[in-house]
């Protein structure tokens, strides 16, 4: 099955600086890749998300880029506000698992004043 | 946008009793539940799918007698922890796809067993 591994796993960044969180999978087959912010205790909440055919996807001060052939996707915060504090998730889709999610480990990002 | 209504937001239940959770897709048609848990400081791991009529999917490891799921319309799926102990505690989280590959998630039930 899928495989999804995600760094760092803790991230402390000054506010106003960039964040970048990097996974890779380990289905080819997987095409869509989308990311999650967890809040503490709260369910995960769609942030942005990318699909195969695409190469880079913009929303505001969140971007992801997609790398199929080396099978990694990275999501890149500009501007961190403290707001930003949360557990990132990504996650990625296997068709031939009937898609199911299957998620990375997580990356708790810090935004420090 | 799509909403799944999850509740109770958190239970506290004394050991060997039993806890019901349930997820509601508020305005699209869920045929298909995902029901995962999360640890402190891990990530979700899927525990098992609900289908729509039909008999729930459970991933390796997880207990079907003790995780009954039911799936009985097209917005609103059950999961029932039974006979709960306390490392059953755990934060228990539902998602839906809402449209092709696009996935909602509940906000989450946290049970703590006494």
């Known amino acids: 099955g899928e495989n999804v591994e995600q760094h760092p796993s803790t991230l402390s960044v000054q506010e106003g600086d960039s964040a970048v969180i990097k996974c890779t999978y380990s289905?080819?087959?997987?095409?869509?890749f989308p990311w999650y912010k967890q809040e503490l205790g709260k369910g995960p909440q769609l942030i942005i998300d990318?699909?195969?055919?695409?190469g880079e996807k913009k929303d505001q001060r969140i971007a992801v880029t997609l790398n199929k052939t080396a099978k990694h996707f990275s999501l890149h915060i500009t501007e961190t506000q403290p707001e930003d504090s949360a557990v990132y998730f990504c996650?990625?889709?296997?068709?031939?698992?009937?898609?199911?999610?299957?998620f990375g480990t997580g990356t708790r990002l810090q935004v420090t004043l | 946008g799509a909403v799944v209504s999850q509740h109770p937001s958190w239970v506290i239940c004394k050991s060997g009793t039993s806890v019901k959770i349930e997820c509601r897709s508020l305005?699209?048609?869920?045929?298909?539940m995902f029901w995962y848990r999360q640890f402190p400081k891990q990530s979700l791991m899927l525990m098992a799918t609900?289908?729509?009529?039909?008999?729930?999917?459970?991933e390796q490891g997880v207990e079907k007698d003790k995780f009954l799921i039911n799936h009985a319309s097209l917005t609103l799926s059950t999961l029932t922890v039974t006979s709960a102990h306390p490392e059953d505690s755990s934060f228990y989280i539902c998602?839906?796809?809402?449209?092709?590959?696009?996935?909602?998630f509940g906000s989450g039930t946290r049970l703590t067993v006494v």
């Open positions: 998602s839906a796809p809402d449209r092709a590959t696009s996935y909602t």
């Open positions: 289905d080819s087959a997987s095409n869509y």
């Open positions: 990318i699909r195969s055919n695409v």
């Open positions: 996650a990625a889709i296997s068709t031939g698992t009937a898609s199911k999610l299957t």
């Open positions: 305005d699209f048609q869920a045929t298909t």
């Open positions: 609900s289908n729509e009529g039909s008999k729930a999917t459970y």
